[in-house]
């Protein structure tokens, strides 16, 4: 497996919630879209079709799978801020990528609607207060209980670790390399 290639900038870890951490990370959801459509420039089909890694997705579908991770972290966050202990939905996001509408659409669709998603998410987390962070859902997946503040620094760290898999696969195949 290949590990460096499938995790650019390592693991997600997660720290101890801090004024400067959540800025950090909010500032990882608002500007991902900027930074996933500069990772994807002037890449022609060709280039958008081939894998980042040996057995992994290629650059259309990672775009897709972050608007459609996106798409579900925004629903997760709007129910833990709104119920009490909401259980969220898992996904099968390998089943998802291998939609149809991953490979007809084009992938200047998913990052039109990242540009909308993450205003409204960006929006809807900057002026949280401290305890909001502390609210939870029910993953049933793992069968745990997730602080809206591990889930902040998840999706932040997911969107940055995207762009990385492809500006990694640009700087490989001598591509030139996007902005990060």
């Keep these: 497996m ?4 499938q995790y650019p900038i390592g693991h997600a870890s997660f720290v101890e919630f801090s004024t400067a951490a959540k800025e950090s990370a909010l500032g990882d959801i608002q500007f991902l879209p ?23 997705w290629t650059v259309n579908q990672l775009v897709h799978h972050v608007a459609d991770s ?3 972290a925004y629903i997760r966050f709007k129910l833990g801020l709104t119920e009490s202990i909401p ?3 898992p996904y099968e996001e390998q089943l998802w990528a291998e939609l149809k509408d991953v490979a007809s659409i084009p992938i200047n669709v998913s990052i039109t609607l990242l540009f909308a998603l ?3 998410w960006y929006a809807a987390l900057k002026d949280l207060d401290d305890k909001s962070w502390e609210r939870t859902v029910f993953h049933p997946a793992s ?3 997730l602080s809206l503040w591990y889930l902040l620094q998840m999706y932040a760290w997911h969107g940055r670790h995207h762009v990385a898999q492809i500006n990694g696969l640009r700087e490989k195949m ?4 996007g902005v990060s």
Excluded: S
């Excluded at 290949?2 to 290639?5: P, Q, T, V």
């Excluded at 900027?34 to 992994?56: F, K, V």
């Design 2 to 5: 290949d590990i460096e290639n």
């Design 34 to 56: 900027n930074a996933l459509e500069a990772a994807i420039l002037n890449l022609d089909e060709a280039q958008l079709q081939t894998p980042y890694r040996a057995g992994g």
């Design 70 to 72: 996106h798409m579900n």
């Design 87 to 89: 259980t969220i939905k």
């Design 118 to 120: 993450h205003q409204r």
């Design 143 to 145: 069968q745990k209980e």
């Design 174 to 177: 001598r591509w030139g390399i």
